[in-house]
């Protein structure tokens, strides 16, 4: 393999790194004022990447002829499923960022770059063949992420959320580090090629407990419980446009490389993750579906519900199969689109002096005061809550449906029964909407570019979203292929 | 079939009357709900007059493979043809009874009906096990929006309930159709309803489906969202969730339990017997002592519901064709109730028994609608109530008599709930003044009353035409659920449950009601 070779495979990662350079270079040079124009450059550059990797997953790209870099790297359909959902939350995030830091005069040419950055390692996450690249990648999102959530320097509770996300990620990522440690110990590689053979057969205790310790430190990492603590916090305190990222692109780059280190690290091995799998499922779905009852703020509710939806995604992983995967991947793509879509909305409720509105009172009355608004909202809730005809509801049928094929009627039974109490506060907040008298606090305008982003993600979670169903679960297929016949 | 796809029209143009409607102020608004509405009740009719009865068993099919998983679906046999034929029917009546009462958010209001109209349609006419389900489901949304916006006091609490109540009975069944669809290997109703799925199977799947349809039903003891839901409910809304949507479990049984899973059906028939008659016992006796007519009349639904279950689960033909006509007089006499119930709410704004008295002084032309319908729930001969009940009991009593002799006691606490109820409302001195003031019918109101009543009196006196389109479907399911029969307790037989042969000949066009009514009663006598 040459380098030449080596640096094609690579493009989009290339591409990013460079004209995050170019980008980082103009910042110095011509400070704030051109932080605008740096976004625009930076979504073009996102817009760019998405096109590299899209014939890698229009081809089914998959096995040995993927990999580069000495077998560390590798861009099969899978990665580029996942690239493209993270290059589509990163853009999301620098369309809807300028007109929210604006206002606050806090917009900085720091900010498009730290998302192209964190795009750049989300993009090694989930194209890591070797433990090292997981972290590199890692880390390197994780790094620009505890940046990004601390972004209003001056606001007490993004600076607190900043912190807070930082040392509890440190302390994941010390997990993920010590479980990698043990790994290496006891099979003598990083590659996950390397581990699967190595664990193929007999699996040593010390093994079992270096997978355990991966796992936990993933499990962080996509906010699933019990490791899910930090989410309501961060969400909260990060500014919208940022929480709108951490809800999108990493929590696809994070949820893609645990499938990856399950399927291709740990494939031969099912029984060692599956129950762990299954255990966190269950009960990010439960604490995710209580932990949102009680919020008055709409974006700890948000967050409650990512670490719900997370415990339904899970349950595709938790099939161990291609199908499995496949339904897993086409929740993810959906949940992207209904985050996008909640966030948004959160982002254009603001008061008479443009201040944000987060909390659920507030929102009282708002189909009469902002109706289509309130019932793009009332979309995105009963579409998270996965009641028909809206599409959420598709992502909930493909994991189910996945789950009962493997058998795991139990675990479908209890995750769709405890789906019910989840539907309990996303109708809450529509009750509100809809019953409530008119609280009339949401009187801003609203950004064009956010009612843009707005109507085209509704439309996705309309039942027109429907339509969809076939080409996405084509795609999906041949992700889900490339990923279990990576050898 | 016929070259217009009737069965996606039906579906399409409420939908376009409900954008419509969102677009529109309350004048425009509730022309449009009406003209979308009437335009389905034209095509409900096409359909019904161009439906060729003891043709082929699906008829109307339509098919496009637009989703992955699962496929847009369409056909009806008889008796989704008369479910879609009462849906319809009642549709246009809920608008005309939000006429003049809904002020608020009218655009909202009729755009939430016109999408229920589609789903219902929906739900009898999917074909594909994923789209009965997501037409079965979404019906929370606007049923939730409905309680929600334009009901009474209690409105909050009576929408949770409702949502949530629902929605868990149904999640279980989602698990149970994939199983189902896995096993099977096909999404396809009609496929699956000549499956024959492993005894042990039947026994969890039955149960999932029977958690959502026991509660859409609803029957005892799952019953407790629906009088809080319609005593909410405004007028329009109580007309569509006694007419139409309460059938969704008694179809779901039809469509599903009974062809799908005989052997487990037969087990549990115990069960459905032990309910419905505690039902009937029940919940009349709760109705008898209600001081709100709306909480009244929702009690009686769940008693009628009652013997549409025990008749399903009858599993001979009597029973069947019982539960049918119960449904669809259910439909039309408790959408009538509520009709005159609403009638005179509009006029005094209390639900409130006694707050009535001696209407029929002032009201004589409501007095004679609101007697006529009293008379229809209590099962009177001559109309529809009468048909229904009698088919169902008539079935039940072949398999056994003690269950028979409990339902029937839910006639006569019928009759004392609602001659008890009538005597308040519409004789008796006139002691409150504001009731005595109030106009008679006018108009709207008797556009409303008289197409309901003629309805009533046909299925009462000829109801040949409801039971012929029905009449070979009702025979194919007998013919399924044979195998499974249980034993009963009774020493009569019927020859239709016997002999193939002459359930051919009624569907050779006998005209049947009637003489298999007196035939069937003539029996029992004898056996006695």
Same mark, same amino acid.
């Given at each position: 393999?040459?380098?030449?070779?080596?640096?094609?495979?690579?493009?989009? /990662?290339?591409?990013?790194?460079?004209?995050?350079?170019?980008?980082?270079?103009?910042?110095?040079?011509?400070?704030?004022?051109?932080?605008?124009?740096?976004?625009?450059?930076?979504?073009?550059?996102?817009?760019?990447?998405?096109?590299?990797?899209?014939?890698?997953?229009?081809?089914?790209?998959?096995?040995?002829?993927?990999?580069?870099?000495?077998?560390?790297?590798?861009?099969? =359909?899978?990665?580029?499923?996942?690239?493209?959902?993270?290059?589509?939350?990163? #853009?999301?995030?620098?369309?809807?960022?300028?007109?929210?830091?604006?206002?606050?005069?806090?917009?900085?040419?720091?900010?498009?770059?730290?998302?192209?950055?964190?795009?750049?390692?989300?993009?090694?996450?989930?194209?890591?063949?070797?433990?090292?690249?997981?972290?590199?990648?890692?880390?390197?999102?994780?790094?620009?992420?505890?940046?990004?959530?601390?972004?209003?320097?001056?606001?007490?509770?993004?600076?607190?959320?900043?912190?807070?996300?930082?040392?509890?990620?440190?302390?994941?990522?010390?997990?993920?580090?010590?479980?990698?440690?043990?790994?290496?110990?006891?099979?003598?590689?990083?590659?996950?090629?390397?581990?699967?053979?190595?664990?193929?057969?007999?699996?040593?205790?010390?093994?079992?407990?270096?997978?355990?310790?991966?796992?936990?430190?993933?499990?962080?990492?996509?906010?699933?419980?019990?490791?899910?603590?930090?989410?309501?916090?961060?969400? /909260?305190?990060?500014?919208?446009?940022?929480?709108?990222?951490? #809800?999108?692109?990493?929590?696809?780059?994070?949820?893609?490389?645990?499938?990856?280190?399950?399927?291709?690290?740990?494939?031969?091995?099912?029984?060692?993750?599956?129950?762990?799998?299954?255990?966190?499922?269950?009960?990010?779905?439960?604490?995710?579906?209580?932990?949102?009852?009680?919020?008055?703020?709409?974006?700890?509710?948000?967050?409650?519900?990512?670490?719900?939806?997370?415990?339904?995604?899970?349950?595709?992983?938790?099939?161990?199969?291609?199908?499995?995967?496949?339904?897993?991947?086409?929740?993810?793509?959906?949940?992207?689109?209904?985050?996008?879509?909640?966030?948004?909305?959160?982002?254009?409720?603001?008061?008479?002096?443009?201040?944000?509105? /987060?909390?659920?009172?507030?929102?009282?009355?708002?189909?009469?005061?902002?109706?289509?608004?309130?019932?793009?909202?009332?979309?995105?809730?009963?579409?998270?809550?996965?009641?028909?005809?809206?599409?959420?509801?598709?992502?909930?049928?493909?994991?189910?449906?996945?789950?009962?094929?493997?058998?795991?009627?139990?675990?479908?039974?209890?995750?769709?029964?405890?789906?019910?109490?989840?539907?309990?506060?996303?109708?809450?907040?529509?009750?509100?909407?809809?019953?409530?008298?008119?609280?009339?606090?949401?009187?801003?305008?609203?950004?064009?570019?956010?009612?843009?982003?707005?109507?085209?993600?509704?439309?996705?979670?309309?039942?027109?979203?429907?339509?969809?169903?076939?080409?996405?679960?084509?795609?999906?297929?041949?992700?889900?292929?490339?990923?279990?016949?990576?050898? | 079939?016929?070259?217009?796809?009737?069965?996606?029209?039906?579906?399409?143009?409420?939908?376009?009357?409900?954008?419509?409607?969102?677009?529109?102020?309350?004048?425009?608004?509730?022309?449009?709900?009406?003209?979308?509405?009437?335009?389905?009740?034209?095509?409900?009719?096409?359909?019904?007059?161009?439906y060729?009865?003891?043709?082929?068993q699906w008829q109307?099919?339509?098919?496009?493979?637009?989703?992955?998983?699962?496929?847009?679906?369409?056909g009806i046999d008889g008796i989704a043809l008369l479910l879609i034929g009462l849906?319809?029917?009642?549709?246009?009546?809920?608008?005309?009874?939000?006429?003049?009462?809904? /002020?608020?958010?009218?655009?909202?209001?009729?755009?939430?009906?016109?999408?229920?109209?589609?789903?219902?349609?929906?739900v009898f006419s999917?074909?594909?096990?994923?789209?009965?389900?997501?037409?079965?489901?979404?019906?929370?949304?606007?049923?939730?929006?409905?309680?929600?916006?334009?009901?009474?006091?209690?409105?909050?609490?009576?929408?949770?309930?409702?949502?949530?109540?629902?929605?868990?009975?149904?999640?279980?069944?989602?698990?149970?159709?994939?199983?189902?669809?896995?096993?099977?290997?096909?999404?396809?109703i009609?496929?699956?309803m000549?499956?024959?799925?492993?005894?042990?199977?039947?026994?969890?799947?039955?149960?999932?489906?029977?958690?959502?349809?026991?509660?859409?039903?609803?029957?005892?003891?799952?019953?407790?969202?629906?009088?809080?839901?319609?005593?909410?409910?405004?007028?329009?809304?109580?007309?569509?969730?006694?007419?139409?949507?309460?059938k969704?479990?008694g179809y779901g049984f039809i469509r599903f339990?009974l062809p799908?899973?005989?052997?487990?059906? #037969?087990?549990?028939?115990?069960?459905?017997?032990?309910?419905?008659?505690?039902?009937?016992?029940?919940?009349?006796?709760?109705?008898?002592?209600?001081?709100?007519?709306?909480?009244?009349?929702?009690?009686?639904?769940? =008693?009628?519901?009652?013997?549409?279950?025990?008749?399903l689960?009858?599993?001979?033909?009597?029973?069947l064709e019982?539960s049918m006509i119960?449904m669809l007089?259910?439909?039309?006499?408790?959408?009538?109730?509520?009709?005159?119930?609403?009638?005179?709410?509009?006029?005094?704004?209390?639900?409130?028994?006694?707050?009535?008295?001696?209407?029929?002084?002032?009201?004589?032309?409501?007095?004679?609608?609101?007697?006529?319908?009293?008379?229809?729930?209590?099962?009177?001969?001559?109309?529809?109530?009468?048909?229904?009940?009698?088919?169902?009991?008539?079935?039940?009593?072949?398999?056994?008599?003690?269950?028979?002799?409990?339902?029937?006691?839910?006639?006569?606490?019928?009759?004392?709930?609602?001659?008890?109820?009538?005597?308040?409302?519409?004789?008796?001195?006139?002691?409150?003044?504001?009731?005595?003031?109030?106009?008679?019918?006018?108009?709207?109101?008797? #556009?409303?009353?008289?197409?309901?009543?003629?309805?009533?009196?046909?299925?009462?006196?000829?109801?040949?035409?409801f039971l012929?389109p029905m009449r070979k479907d009702i025979a194919s399911l007998?013919?399924?659920?044979?195998?499974?029969?249980?034993?009963?307790?009774?020493?009569?037989?019927?020859?239709?449950?016997?002999?193939?042969?002459?359930?051919?000949?009624?569907?050779?066009?006998?005209?049947?009601?009637?003489?298999?009514?007196?035939?069937?009663?003539?029996?029992?006598?004898?056996?006695?």
């Amino acid at each position: 393999m040459d380098l030449s070779q080596s640096l094609m495979i690579t493009g989009p /990662e290339v591409v990013l790194s460079l004209s995050g350079l170019a980008l980082l270079m103009v910042a110095a040079w011509s400070g704030d004022k051109a932080s605008r124009m740096i976004s625009i450059a930076a979504v073009g550059v996102l817009t760019l990447c998405a096109l590299m990797v899209a014939p890698a997953l229009g081809s089914g790209a998959m096995g040995p002829g993927t990999l580069a870099w000495f077998g560390q790297y590798r861009a099969d =359909a899978f990665a580029a499923f996942g690239k493209l959902l993270i290059y589509i939350g990163a #853009a999301v995030t620098l369309i809807v960022a300028p007109a929210f830091f604006e206002r606050s005069r806090s917009m900085r040419a720091e900010f498009p770059l730290l998302v192209l950055f964190a795009a750049l390692g989300m993009g090694m996450m989930v194209s890591a063949a070797d433990m090292l690249t997981l972290y590199l990648g890692l880390e390197l999102n994780s790094l620009s992420a505890y940046v990004l959530a601390a972004f209003l320097r001056n606001d007490e509770r993004s600076a607190e959320a900043g912190l807070k996300y930082f040392v509890l990620g440190s302390l994941a990522s010390g997990i993920l580090l010590y479980g990698i440690s043990l790994t290496y110990g006891f099979t003598g590689t990083t590659s996950f090629m390397g581990i699967r053979a190595a664990l193929s057969g007999h699996m040593s205790l010390g093994a079992t407990f270096g997978v355990v310790f991966v796992l936990a430190g993933l499990a962080f990492k996509i906010s699933a419980a019990p490791f899910h603590m930090w989410t309501p916090d961060v969400y /909260e305190g990060a500014p919208t446009p940022v929480t709108t990222f951490f #809800a999108t692109a990493p929590k696809v780059a994070a949820l893609c490389l645990l499938m990856r280190v399950a399927v291709e690290a740990l494939g031969g091995q099912p029984q060692a993750w599956q129950q762990i799998v299954i255990f966190a499922a269950l009960l990010s779905i439960v604490i995710g579906a209580l932990g949102a009852i009680g919020q008055d703020n709409i974006k700890r509710l948000l967050a409650y519900s990512s670490i719900n939806n997370v415990g339904f995604m899970l349950i595709g992983l938790a099939c161990a199969n291609e199908n499995g995967a496949a339904a897993m991947l086409v929740y993810l793509a959906i949940y992207v689109v209904m985050s996008v879509a909640a966030f948004v909305i959160v982002l254009m409720l603001r008061d008479e002096q443009g201040e944000a509105v /987060e909390s659920i009172a507030a929102l009282g009355g708002l189909s009469k005061t902002r109706p289509m608004l309130a019932l793009a909202m009332a979309a995105v809730m009963f579409s998270l809550a996965g009641v028909p005809p809206l599409f959420g509801f598709w992502g909930k049928f493909v994991v189910f449906q996945a789950a009962v094929q493997a058998d795991l009627l139990v675990l479908a039974a209890i995750g769709i029964a405890a789906s019910v109490i989840g539907a309990f506060y996303y109708i809450k907040v529509v009750k509100v909407m809809y019953f409530d008298d008119v609280a009339d606090v949401v009187k801003g305008p609203s950004d064009r570019a956010h009612g843009l982003l707005l109507l085209g993600s509704s439309v996705v979670i309309s039942p027109l979203g429907y339509l969809l169903t076939i080409p996405l679960a084509g795609i999906a297929a041949k992700a889900a292929a490339a990923l279990f016949h990576s050898a | 079939m016929s070259g217009l796809p009737f069965l996606s029209l039906m579906l399409v143009v409420p939908l376009i009357g409900a954008v419509a409607c969102l677009a529109a102020g309350r004048e425009q608004a509730r022309m449009i709900a009406l003209a979308a509405t009437m335009v389905d009740l034209v095509l409900g009719a096409m359909l019904w007059a161009s439906y060729d009865v003891g043709g082929a068993q699906w008829q109307f099919q339509e098919h496009a493979s637009l989703f992955a998983g699962f496929e847009w679906k369409l056909g009806i046999d008889g008796i989704a043809l008369l479910l879609i034929g009462l849906t319809v029917f009642l549709m246009p009546i809920c608008i005309g009874a939000s006429w003049n009462t809904i /002020e608020k958010r009218a655009g909202e209001y009729y755009a939430n009906f016109l999408v229920m109209e589609t789903l219902m349609i929906g739900v009898f006419s999917a074909q594909d096990l994923f789209l009965f389900y997501i037409m079965f489901e979404a019906g929370l949304i606007p049923m939730y929006l409905i309680i929600g916006i334009w009901g009474g006091a209690d409105r909050i609490y009576a929408s949770y309930k409702f949502f949530l109540y629902t929605l868990l009975g149904s999640v279980l069944m989602l698990i149970a159709m994939f199983w189902m669809a896995n096993e099977a290997g096909t999404t396809d109703i009609p496929t699956l309803m000549a499956y024959n799925f492993p005894v042990q199977a039947q026994w969890w799947l039955w149960l999932a489906f029977f958690a959502s349809f026991a509660v859409k039903m609803p029957m005892w003891p799952t019953h407790t969202w629906l009088p809080d839901a319609h005593v909410q409910a405004p007028t329009g809304g109580s007309i569509i969730l006694a007419g139409v949507l309460l059938k969704m479990g008694g179809y779901g049984f039809i469509r599903f339990s009974l062809p799908m899973f005989p052997e487990a059906s #037969a087990q549990f028939a115990p069960l459905i017997y032990g309910l419905s008659m505690a039902a009937v016992v029940i919940t009349s006796l709760i109705a008898l002592v209600q001081h709100d007519m709306k909480k009244l009349i929702a009690y009686s639904s769940v =008693a009628h519901m009652a013997i549409v279950t025990v008749g399903l689960f009858a599993f001979n033909r009597q029973g069947l064709e019982g539960s049918m006509i119960v449904m669809l007089s259910h439909g039309l006499v408790a959408g009538a109730l509520f009709l005159a119930v609403g009638v005179i709410y509009d006029r005094l704004h209390t639900r409130e028994i006694d707050r009535y008295g001696g209407l029929a002084i002032n009201m004589p032309g409501y007095a004679l609608f609101f007697m006529l319908f009293t008379m229809a729930s209590i099962g009177l001969p001559g109309t529809s109530g009468f048909v229904g009940e009698f088919l169902s009991l008539i079935g039940i009593y072949a398999v056994s008599s003690a269950v028979t002799l409990v339902c029937t006691t839910g006639i006569i606490l019928g009759a004392a709930y609602m001659l008890y109820l009538y005597r308040r409302v519409v004789f008796g001195v006139q002691k409150n003044a504001d009731a005595a003031a109030m106009p008679d019918l006018d108009a709207r109101e008797w #556009a409303m009353m008289v197409p309901l009543a003629v309805a009533v009196l046909w299925m009462g006196i000829y109801p040949e035409t409801f039971l012929a389109p029905m009449r070979k479907d009702i025979a194919s399911l007998e013919a399924r659920v044979a195998q499974a029969r249980p034993k009963g307790d009774a020493q009569i037989r019927f020859a239709a449950a016997h002999s193939a042969g002459h359930a051919a000949d009624h569907s050779a066009g006998e005209p049947a009601a009637k003489p298999a009514g007196g035939h069937a009663a003539a029996e029992p006598e004898e056996a006695h």
